[in-house]
């Protein structure tokens, strides 16, 4: 069956850097697009970012933008989330999301990591 397991997460400094791990199996990953979201506590699940199949299209939040750089590699089942001058708002569970086609479109989330930005 189609899974996402994210790693990387951890406590980091305001200012520090982590780089976030996806890999991906039951489905053909290079045929889909794949995005990274996130949840702080209180608050709705946002859009961090998001790589087209190839590679050849990215889009970030605007509160991202100029810090965190999506790549994902299709030959190794793997997307990255690197994240660099991170702030305290960037507190959050983010999740690996893909939308996949068996049968019918559907939505398929990793189990989350926890990332913590505070002194």
């Known amino acids: 069956q189609v899974q996402l397991v994210e790693s990387g997460g951890g406590l980091v400094q305001p200012g520090g850097s982590l780089r976030l791990s996806c890999v991906a199996s039951g489905f053909s990953f290079s045929s889909y697009s794949i995005s990274w979201y996130r949840q702080a506590p209180g608050k709705e699940r946002e859009l961090v970012a998001g790589?087209?199949?190839?590679?050849?299209?990215?889009n970030y939040a605007d509160s991202v933008k100029g810090r965190f750089t999506i790549s994902r590699d299709n030959a190794k089942k793997r997307a990255y989330l690197q994240m660099n001058a991170l702030k305290p708002e960037d507190t959050a569970v983010y999740y690996c999301y893909a939308r996949v086609y068996y049968l019918g479109w559907d939505d398929y989330w990793g189990q989350g990591t926890q990332v913590t930005v505070s002194s």
């Open positions: 790589i087209t199949r190839l590679s050849d299209s990215t």
